[in-house]
């Protein structure tokens, strides 16, 4: 099997060859440890244009965004192919820097959802980190949707498809390439658009506003969705933390109620186009199973051990209506774990979750602190252990 067919059995529920590997992301420090470093960094380009501008540097660089974004994406690729990973995931991350500074003079960025990010530097790459929101009252909110449903959606919708075409056909012989809207998905991209002082008075006082409100972000992400089909994509993660460590964000009721319509108007449009779809989330996701089924999705990543997420309990519980990704601990086992460590958590994923199929290896997250030779121990152990059928 190659690695699409391979992925695509175990999102089908059956038996691959083996047991596919995937992770969400390989931050840019690791690519560099893999692929070596660029001959110049993200903040050595910003410092270039500010140098060479004569006018309104950040409009220049702003210009460069789209370009930057295929080329860091395209070595995430690239660094996932030398390391052996079946599957990779790929998106556009809708942001732009703004005239401002945080109070150290870090650089600030603003994305379409009205969110303000730190761009913090790893390593010389790019790597944002949520502030604040910005649609702090009803007006700045509908403000901020009329441009989403508009030339928000026409402009991303075109960057989306030349995006995943460009980066996809580089790489689609050598690794399977698959579309995220991480740091767009619906559930975030509200609550921390609107700030939680605001999305949480507002989530109390007026549900319907909130629900109305997660619908116009599924709508712009539909349409993103689109343009990665129509460029070649058949497999999305719908990105959107919907737990802390040890709850929920919001009572179980409060998602099926509001969320919900949104989830099963994304996974029905991508269904009718006869694509896969699975949903991430950190945290302690347990008691949302039910409500994560009947939205639709095909998959769930994320399985945090960390957070109390017991494999074996979501297995049971989800049966072969979700084909399970993640579980291996990405707080000791894949920063600074032993080899027999990452090979232990692999063969005891696999014990759980692999049996009939329906498993996908995975970190249950990706940060800059992960080894990149635990990644390739993970990698390595999934090929020794992972293959089907499973032995007892």
């Given at each position: 099997m190659n690695q699409k067919e391979r992925v695509l059995a175990a999102l089908n529920h059956e038996e691959p060859d083996r047991v596919p590997t995937h992770a969400i992301l390989i931050d840019a420090n690791n690519v560099d440890k893999i692929l070596g470093k660029p001959e110049i960094n993200d903040f050595q380009t910003m410092e270039q244009v500010k140098q060479q501008s004569e006018g309104n540097w950040i409009d220049e660089f702003n210009n460069l965004v789209e370009s930057v974004q295929t080329s860091i994406f395209s070595?995430?690729?690239?660094?996932?192919?030398?390391?052996?990973?079946?599957?990779?995931?790929?998106?556009?991350?809708?942001?732009?820097?703004?005239?401002?500074?945080?109070?150290?003079?870090?650089?600030?960025?603003?994305?379409?959802?009205?969110?303000?990010?730190?761009?913090?530097?790893?390593?010389?790459?790019?790597?944002?980190?949520?502030?604040?929101?910005?649609?702090?009252?009803?007006?700045?909110?509908?403000?901020?949707?009329?441009?989403?449903?508009?030339?928000?959606?026409?402009?991303?919708?075109?960057?989306?498809?030349?995006?995943?075409?460009?980066?996809?056909?580089?790489?689609?012989?050598?690794?399977?390439?698959?579309?995220?809207?991480?740091?767009?998905?619906?559930?975030e991209s509200t609550w921390q658009g609107m700030g939680i002082e605001f999305f949480t008075r507002q989530l109390h006082k007026d549900k319907e506003?909130?629900?109305?409100?997660?619908?116009?972000?599924?709508?712009?992400?539909?349409?993103?969705?689109?343009?990665?089909?129509?460029?070649?994509?058949?497999?999305?993660?719908?990105?959107?933390?919907?737990?802390?460590?040890?709850?929920?964000?919001?009572?179980?009721?409060?998602?099926?109620?509001?969320?919900?319509?949104?989830?099963?108007?994304i996974t029905t449009a991508v269904h009718e186009r006869g694509k896969k779809i699975v949903l991430h989330s950190d945290g302690y996701i347990t008691p949302l199973l039910d409500f994560i089924m009947e939205s639709g999705f095909d998959g769930l990543h994320s399985l945090e051990p960390t957070a109390g997420v017991n494999l074996s309990e979501v297995k049971t519980k989800v049966d072969n209506k979700l084909?399970?990704?993640?579980?291996?601990?990405?707080?000791?086992?894949?920063?600074?774990?032993?080899?027999?460590?990452?090979?232990?958590?692999?063969?005891?994923?696999?014990?759980?979750?692999?049996?009939?199929?329906?498993?996908?290896?995975?970190?249950?997250?990706?940060?800059?602190?992960?080894?990149v030779e635990n990644l390739k121990w993970m990698v390595d152990a999934t090929r020794k252990f992972g293959n089907y059928p499973i032995p007892d």
């Open positions: 070595r995430c690729v690239e660094a996932s192919v030398k390391i052996g990973l079946d599957c990779m995931q790929i998106g556009l991350v809708p942001l732009k820097f703004i005239d401002e500074q945080d109070a150290n003079g870090i650089p600030v960025m603003q994305d379409i959802f009205g969110r303000i990010w730190r761009a913090l530097n790893n390593e010389g790459n790019f790597n944002p980190y949520y502030i604040r929101g910005t649609t702090n009252t009803v007006a700045k909110w509908n403000d901020t949707k009329e441009r989403l449903l508009g030339p928000y959606t026409e402009k991303y919708s075109k960057f989306a498809k030349r995006f995943f075409k460009s980066i996809n056909g580089k790489h689609k012989d050598d690794i399977f390439v698959i579309a995220t809207n991480d740091l767009a998905g619906v559930f506003f909130i629900k109305k409100a997660f619908d116009v972000i599924a709508d712009f992400t539909i349409a993103i969705n689109k343009a990665y089909i129509d460029a070649g994509c058949e497999v999305f993660i719908e990105s959107g933390d919907l737990a802390y460590k040890n709850r929920p964000m919001m009572s179980p009721r409060d998602f099926h109620d509001l969320l919900l319509p949104a989830y099963q108007k084909c399970l990704m993640g579980g291996i601990d990405v707080a000791h086992v894949l920063v600074d774990g032993t080899k027999q460590e990452v090979e232990d958590a692999v063969k005891n994923a696999i014990k759980i979750a692999g049996r009939g199929g329906g498993y996908i290896i995975s970190p249950a997250n990706m940060h800059p602190g992960i080894s």
